[in-house]
């Protein structure tokens, strides 16, 4: 396969300087594009190899992409948490010194979402609420949806709110193209990162609407429950 440099993402915007900043938790079953989805709102499109200078591993499986800045009228950079599969009580922990999350992301595979997805969004939903982190803080990123019809994807979004009881209107529920280029075939990179380019515009532009935070660490120093699972 070609190497596909920063160059494939032409039309990308510049970093700049930064006035306001986004935090953001990620959280999904693994495969679901969480990695991914942190790595190009918080800016860094190179290999896994190059990005892994710019993650700071905060524990043993969650770490935190501190991003760059971006846009033109309004400047924000995006810090994304990788949650990579760690367990409730790890994430409990990490976040208990945490005072700002403005909001969080459930991603979803379109090629999970019937098979494990109806078994683990409720634990998703319950850490999130624990945290005070609900309702319309909460997005949902339909991820590895590239090859499906637009009939197949609203097929997907009714079944899923259907399922989950989830009353939420785009643009709460966004399907989005976060592929690594540099994993994919040189003759379809230039297509692909056209989508990819505008998923990360779309998302970013939804998240910087989230300017109030959630002060999560207040919440858990509160909560004698979630104290009890973390010093268990």
Same mark, same amino acid.
């Given at each position: 396969?070609?190497?596909?440099?920063?160059?494939?993402?032409?039309?990308? $915007?510049?970093?700049? &300087?930064?006035?306001?900043?986004? %935090?953001?938790?990620?959280?999904?079953?693994?495969?679901?594009? =969480?990695?991914? /989805?942190?790595?190009?709102?918080?800016? @860094?499109? *190179?290999?896994?190899?190059? !990005?892994?200078?710019?993650?700071? =591993?905060?524990?043993? *499986? !969650?770490?935190?992409?501190?991003?760059?800045?971006?846009?033109?009228?309004?400047?924000?950079?995006?810090?994304?948490?990788?949650?990579?599969?760690?367990?409730? =009580?790890?994430?409990?922990?990490?976040?208990?010194?945490?005072? #700002?999350?403005?909001?969080?992301?459930?991603?979803?595979?379109? &090629?999970? @979402?019937?098979? *494990?997805? #109806?078994?683990?969004?409720?634990?998703?939903?319950?850490?999130? +609420?624990?945290?005070?982190?609900?309702?319309?803080?909460?997005?949902?990123?339909?991820?590895?949806?590239?090859?499906?019809?637009? *009939?197949?994807?609203? %097929?997907?979004?009714? $079944? @899923? #709110?259907?399922?989950?009881?989830?009353?939420?209107? +785009?643009?709460?529920?966004?399907?989005?193209?976060?592929?690594?280029?540099?994993?994919?075939?040189? /003759?379809?990179?230039?297509?692909?990162?056209?989508?990819?380019?505008?998923?990360?515009? $779309?998302?970013?532009?939804?998240?910087?609407?989230?300017?109030?935070?959630?002060? /999560?660490?207040?919440?858990?120093?509160?909560?004698?429950?979630? #104290?009890?699972?973390?010093?268990?």
């Amino acid at each position: 396969m070609a190497h596909i440099t920063q160059s494939a993402y032409s039309g990308f $915007e510049a970093p700049v &300087e930064d006035l306001q900043t986004r %935090k953001v938790l990620v959280l999904g079953l693994p495969g679901s594009g =969480k990695t991914s /989805v942190c790595r190009h709102v918080a800016g @860094f499109y *190179e290999q896994s190899d190059d !990005i892994k200078l710019h993650g700071s =591993k905060v524990s043993y *499986e !969650i770490r935190e992409y501190k991003g760059k800045y971006f846009g033109q009228s309004t400047k924000t950079r995006y810090t994304m948490i990788d949650t990579d599969n760690a367990p409730a =009580k790890q994430v409990y922990d990490f976040l208990r010194f945490e005072k #700002k999350i403005n909001c969080a992301i459930i991603c979803i595979s379109c &090629e999970l @979402f019937r098979r *494990e997805l #109806k078994n683990e969004l409720s634990g998703m939903l319950s850490l999130l +609420y624990l945290l005070g982190i609900s309702g319309s803080n909460i997005l949902y990123v339909f991820t590895h949806g590239e090859t499906y019809t637009h *009939e197949a994807k609203f %097929k997907f979004v009714s $079944e @899923f #709110k259907k399922t989950f009881d989830i009353d939420t209107e +785009y643009p709460r529920v966004i399907y989005g193209c976060f592929n690594n280029l540099h994993e994919t075939n040189g /003759v379809y990179s230039s297509l692909i990162a056209t989508d990819v380019s505008k998923s990360i515009t $779309e998302l970013r532009e939804i998240i910087s609407k989230y300017s109030r935070s959630i002060n /999560v660490a207040a919440n858990i120093d509160k909560s004698e429950y979630l #104290k009890k699972i973390i010093n268990s």
